[in-house]
């Protein structure tokens, strides 16, 4: 049962056009047969010389030999087609695993940014804490005295990195002389608005390495330290140097 099952697959298996070939073949092979066979028998005293034995062999087998040049071809083509296929194959499936590597490292980016990005919002939510308490602590304006600064340090300590980026959005500070004055007035609040703006500017270039759609960098831009940080453009004064000066030599 095994042997047949074989026999039938290796049938199945085989083009047509070579079955075509080997019954045209076979039936053209007997043809002659039977006409050499018919001609002995009509005349047996016929000279059958090597030249008249090369002609009817040339005649015999020309057309098998035309006959299987033109079946190899459209073979030839079948196979052409059956690789051309397979290389369409391969060429998409390579495709598709280019993507999936390129999305696994864009995830991977994108994790990284993450952490990345934490950090970076500590250290704006600590200078913004700082801008903060240069006008409105102590030191400056006086409205918030030294136990409340202290104690929004340490909401912004416990994790609350944008408390006072929203101080700065929600108060009205016309006794300061407004938010120009508070985030400009003086050479430590310039220092302090400078290296905020610069902090955050270093981290949405950051995000547009692994942003996609734009997402993330849109959230960022509508986060409390991010509307604090367009804030800071609008009330930039005219003669404001937004980056540090290289040291230069006298």
């Known amino acids: 049962m095994a042997s047949t099952n074989r026999v039938i697959k290796f049938i199945a298996d085989r083009d047509w056009r070579i079955w075509f070939g080997l019954v045209v073949t076979f039936f053209w092979m007997a043809g002659g047969l039977w006409f050499v066979v018919t001609s002995v028998r009509a005349d047996p005293d016929q000279s059958l010389t090597l030249g008249v034995i090369g002609n009817f ?13 033109v079946l190899g071809l459209f073979m030839q083509q079948r196979e052409l087609a059956n690789n051309t296929e397979a290389l369409k194959r391969t060429s998409e499936q390579s495709e598709k695993q280019t993507l999936a590597i390129a999305a696994t490292e864009m995830n ?24 903060f308490a240069s006008g409105l602590g102590p030191v400056g304006s ?43 007035e003086t050479e430590i609040r310039q220092r302090h608005t400078r290296n905020y703006r610069c902090t955050f500017e270093r981290m949405i270039e950051l995000a547009k390495g692994c942003d996609v759609d734009g997402i993330i960098v849109d959230s960022l831009n509508e986060s409390a330290l991010g509307l604090l940080y367009h804030r800071t453009g609008f009330y930039m004064p005219d003669d404001f140097v937004d980056r540090e000066l290289p040291a230069t030599e006298d």
């Open 57 to 69: 062999l040339e005649g015999a087998f020309a057309p098998l030999a035309f006959l299987w040049l």
């Open 108 to 131: 991977a980016r994108q994790e990284t940014f993450f952490k990345i990005a934490d950090s970076v919002k500590h250290q704006l939510g600590g200078i913004s804490g700082m801008l």
């Open 142 to 184: 006086n409205r918030f005295d030294r136990e409340e600064i202290d104690d929004l340090f340490q909401q912004a300590a416990n994790g609350d990195c944008e408390i006072f980026a929203r101080q700065f959005l929600s108060m009205d500070f016309l006794e300061e002389g407004g938010l120009e004055a508070l985030l400009y």
